[in-house]
């Protein structure tokens, strides 16, 4: 079992940057791929990015790669995603998550665990 709690939203202006951090529990976090995804109102849950146990393995959603990067402390059990060039549509609740094993960086449905979530708006 991985419990995951998010920390680093709120509130930016467009342009601005954010980092958010994932703390996760348990003595295997180093084997588990992270992921971050993201929801607005009204839309479904969306792939951000994921890193892979040993950061080998990157993926970043569409429009996101060269603005975010994802990058995880083994030593720490933490996970981040430093957000640049913060744009309005930006503006969700970004969820960690967990995977055993790698069986997709990029499927919510292969990840098995998520934390609670954290704010991030950005204003125009």
Known sequence: QVQLVESGGGLVQAGGS???????????????????FRQAPGKEREFVAAIGWNSANLAYG????????VSRDNAKNMVFLQM??????????????????LSSLTRKNDFNYWGQGTQVTVSS
């Open 18 to 36: 954010l980092r958010l951090s994932c703390a996760a529990s348990g003595r295997t976090f180093s084997t588990y791929t992270m992921g971050w």
């Open 62 to 69: 569409d429009g996101m790669k060269g603005r975010f990067t």
């Open 84 to 101: 640049n060039s913060l744009k309005p549509e930006d503006t969700a609740v970004y969820y960690c998550a967990a995977q055993r094993g």
